[in-house]
T-cell receptor, first 110, second 115 residues
């Protein structure tokens, strides 16, 4: 089963607000990835983190790889309606297998 | 770069039938992965190939499931004697060996419904 705890499970926010979500794990990962998935589609890569403590931005998105290598967070600033979707964290282990969190469903009210 | 493609996008079948899905990875990506995603859950790893060699298989992959990548390019995933519990989205991803920064890119998925 899944080893990553992702929270919150869902968020309903007003357009323009900032969003924060995080993932914690009982295991250490070498890489953390954040994906966004729209209904009926595959996950789309947003940000990849390769080093403990690393902070990376992609436009309005910022993600950090926790120092303990067991957690990561994703922030979205100034949300817009097209940010709606399900966000997944995923940890990559030495065996090249991704372990996913349960997802955060984001809803944005215009 | 056309991305990862999967075919078909949707499949409806009756219990007991066999189904086969195809995945074409990003060109020159030598690693290819299969994941399964059920409603409301994150994807779960099934198996992966490096070139034509199948290097890892999850316990989720029962003996009714078989995956191949005969020439190290496209891959097929076959499910024999389908059961209703096989209904899920089957996702394929690919990545490139040779860089320390492993990143997996996903296709659009094949949604399977077993009646």
């Amino acid at each position: 089963g899944q080893q990553l705890n992702q929270s919150p499970q869902s968020m309903f926010i007003q357009e323009g607000e900032d969003v924060s979500m995080n993932c914690t794990s009982s295991s250490i990962f070498n890489t953390w990835l954040w994906y966004k998935q729209d209904p009926g589609e595959g996950p789309v890569l947003l940000i990849a983190l390769y080093k403990a403590g690393e902070l990376t931005s992609n436009g309005r998105l910022t993600a950090q790889f926790g120092i303990t290598r067991k957690d990561s967070f994703l922030n979205i600033s100034a949300s817009i309606p097209s940010d709606v979707g399900i966000y997944f964290c995923a940890g990559l282990n030495a065996g090249n297998m991704l372990t996913f969190g349960g997802g955060t469903r984001l809803m944005v009210k215009p | 770069d056309t991305g990862v493609s999967q075919d078909p996008r949707h499949k409806i079948t009756k219990r007991g039938q066999n189904v086969t899905f195809r995945c074409d990875p990003i060109s020159e990506h030598n690693r290819l992965y299969w994941y399964r995603q059920t409603l409301g859950q994150g994807p779960e790893f099934l198996t992966y190939f490096q070139n034509e060699a199948q290097l890892e298989k999850s316990r989720l992959l029962s003996d009714r499931f078989s995956a191949e990548r005969p020439k190290g390019s496209f891959s097929t995933l076959e499910i024999q004697r389908t059961e209703q519990g096989d209904s899920a989205m089957y996702l394929c991803a690919s990545s490139s060996l040779g860089f320390q920064r492993e990143t997996q890119y996903f296709g659009p998925g094949t949604r399977l419904l077993v009646l």
